[in-house]
């Protein structure tokens, strides 16, 4: 059973950066696929970026093509998600989750088997 624990959320003003963190345990993450979406007010949750184990793919959305940017560390089975030029848009909870398998359709969060709790991202104009 892998659980999943955000931090880094915060305010920040437009145009400002905020780097999160998904620290994952419960065992070895190879193999898997790990992606960050999100939740603003009164939205549904949608997609913003996906990585492989391997560090090999990655995809993201494109309204944060160019501003962020997914990576790992392996050695501390951790995902992080650094977010420049923050726009109040960006706004929202955001949630890292894990699932094990290919790098397939990894924006379908309905794919995916473990969630962690939420990190509130507040950003202001």
């Known amino acids: 059973q892998v659980q999943l624990v955000e931090s880094g959320g915060g305010l920040e003003q437009a145009g400002g950066s905020l780097r999160l963190s998904c620290a994952a345990s419960?065992?070895?993450?190879?193999?898997?696929?790990l992606a960050w979406f999100r939740q603003g007010p009164g939205k549904e949750r949608e997609f913003v970026a996906a990585?492989?184990?391997?560090?090999?793919?990655?995809l993201y959305a494109d309204a944060v093509k160019g501003r962020f940017t997914i990576s790992r560390d392996n050695t501390k089975n951790t995902v992080y998600l650094q977010m420049n030029s923050l726009h109040p848009e960006d706004t929202a909870v955001y949630y890292c989750?894990?699932?094990?398998?290919?790098?397939?359709?990894?924006?379908?969060?309905?794919?995916?088997?473990?969630w962690g709790q939420g990190t509130q991202v507040t950003v202001s104009s």
């Open positions: 419960g065992g070895t993450l190879s193999g898997y696929t």
């Open positions: 989750a894990a699932r094990r398998g290919p790098f397939y359709t990894p924006s379908r969060q309905h794919t995916y088997d473990y």
């Open positions: 990585i492989t184990w391997s560090g090999g793919s990655t």
